[in-house]
């Protein structure tokens, strides 16, 4: 529990003064961003206040399932926070294809992965490591998820290895981004089947959660609503802002889209990994890179010809491509040991500064 209940107004038990102010915040930041998107006030400001907006209803996302406490067991719980979380995501995904912004989008999704699997994970495995030293948890169950992601972006490697050494597969690059997105499809459904066969033994130690499920999907449908509301302004002042800042636009989607839309991971997780709830904090934050690669990805792929704006398929620009092949299997490593020190999340974070960096130009 967050807190003691609202004195002034009847609370549904297990919501606290600490949850109310959080709502009311997010909920002055989306009427900002709702104003700021219709006022002469600059190019920079709408921006600016939208980003904030997106990561603080992607914090409203995570708190209300953290209210479902353990009842999820820590596999479930990393999958429905995952998916939850990453709506400001598929959102701005969206709208950013239907504007055209192809390039926003790629580095958008494959930012988000890099911001879970390099800054978050780094920023928790030093956050637990200087407050409780070396910490463990389920070696099987990491390397698992950590293999998937990298097996998922393998896929999504080949049709951007066919296109730029232009083979003759790349004369059919939609054709054949639409097929390995339903394979990556068909193998996150896989994925969630063997995630709640595997959790089943886990039932008689779940605990009920602080929140009323009543409560949970009222703050969750709202949180969602607002975020698609939001994506749609932010999408709207992603372009006259680079203009002004001079900020490229594959620095702002892999870095100030991605992390705006990982607020739920990296608020979440850094906090379970400081408490000493090492499973707990691997499972949620590497649940969302590998929702990204092997769900969110291949169907904005498979939606984006309906949208109306550009088409998008699994064709990366070579330097995304090889970044993301080097965190995947650099995270595949640091975790399959079923440790972690702050050391190797120090490692983590620097990597991601020095990639951050080098798309700051473009």
Known sequence: MS???SAEAPAPPGL???DYRLFVVVGLLTAASALTAHLHVGAVVPFAVSAVALGGLAMVVGRSIDGLGERL???????????LGNLPELFVGIFALRAGLVGVVQSALVGSVLANVLLVLGLAFVAGGLRHGTQHFAAAVARTTALLLVLAVAVLIVPTMTAHLNLPAASHEKVFSDIASVVLLVV???????????????DDVRQPGPWPLGAVVVVLSAASVGAAFVSDWFVAALT??????HMSEAFAGLVVVAIAGNAVENVVGIRLAAQGRAEYALSIILQSPVQIALALFPFLVLISPLLGGATLTLVLPPLLALV???ATVITFMVVADGESTWLEGACLVGLYVVVATAFWWG
């Not at 067991?73 to 998916?83: D, F, K």
């Not at 006259?240 to 800042?245: D, K």
């Open 3 to 5: 807190g003691a209940p």
């Open 16 to 18: 606290g003064a600490k």
């Open 73 to 83: 067991g820590p596999g479930m719980t990393g999958v429905v926070q995952s998916a």
């Open 188 to 202: 996150y459904a896989l994925f969630i089947v063997h995630t709640v066969q595997g959790r089943r033994g886990a």
């Open 240 to 245: 006259p802002a680079l203009g002004v800042l």
């Open 324 to 326: 993301l092949v080097l």
